[in-house]
């Protein structure tokens, strides 16, 4: 199994509602990580996991928080966003002192109403 | 911190060419990694290339290759017999060795559109 697995692929949410994005893979990476992507521009790192510990917040708000619950899962807890949240959301799996086998799923197109 | 430029927003060749996107970096570390990624419309992220910064050998993946050039912290990608699916949007990434038990995140540049003309 070469993949990352990420549901639900689409979302609309209200401003007031509690989500979560899910995120799961089975190469045995133990490093883990969140990006956020807006149209027409590069991914930004949000969050990275390495050995189930989080190694990295880049300044995220608080109404984004990440779990990581095992090795081969990674959630995203989304409460009281806003609308310009709305972007796609990518998970992604490696080696962690490498980088080796850096794979990204096929994010969470996330739409905030 | 680490930077990524890619200073060719958009580029156009005609099927079965060659082109060269380009990608310069900069960054104090001695000891990481390169990458290409290749984003066609559906937004996959799908790896094209790595580089270990501490090979000298250039990397490459069947039509795909770079010209890792570490002292002027360069890093192109040639895409030989371009073909009409190799149309999507190619990003440039670092990420730095992580000792210890840590990990680091990628940094991207900002994206090169590449468009495969029939």
């Known amino acids: 199994d070469t993949e990352v697995t990420q549901t639900p692929k689409h979302l609309v949410m209200g401003m007031t509602n509690k989500k979560s994005l899910k995120c799961e893979q089975h190469?045995?990476?133990?490093?883990m990580y969140w990006y956020k992507q807006k149209a027409k521009k590069p991914p930004e790192l949000m969050f990275v996991?390495?050995?189930?510990?989080?190694?990295i917040n880049e300044s995220v708000p608080s109404r984004f928080s990440p779990e990581c619950p095992n090795s081969s899962l990674l959630n995203l807890h989304l409460h009281a966003l806003q609308p310009e949240d709305s972007a796609l959301y990518l998970c992604?799996?490696?080696?962690?002192?490498?980088?080796?086998?850096?794979?990204f799923g096929s994010g969470t197109r996330l739409t905030v109403v | 911190a680490q930077t990524v430029t890619q200073s060719q927003p958009e580029m156009s060749v005609q099927e079965a060419e060659t082109v060269t996107l380009s990608c310069t970096y900069d960054t104090s570390e001695n000891n990481y990694y390169l990458f290409w990624y290749k984003q066609p419309p559906s937004r996959q992220m799908i790896l094209v290339i790595r580089q270990e910064a501490y090979k000298q050998q250039n990397a490459t993946e069947n039509r795909f290759s770079v010209n890792f050039q570490k002292a002027a912290k360069s890093f192109s990608l040639k895409i030989s017999d371009s073909q009409l699916g190799d149309t999507a949007m190619y990003f440039c990434?670092?990420?730095?060795?992580?000792?210890?038990?840590?990990?680091?995140?990628?940094?991207f540049g900002k994206g090169t559109h590449l468009i495969i003309q029939p």
């Open positions: 992604a799996s490696s080696h962690p002192q490498t980088g080796y086998g850096y794979t």
């Open positions: 990434a670092f990420m730095k060795h992580y000792s210890g038990g840590g990990a680091d995140g990628l940094t």
């Open positions: 996991y390495s050995y189930e510990k989080l190694s």
């Open positions: 190469m045995g990476h133990r490093a």
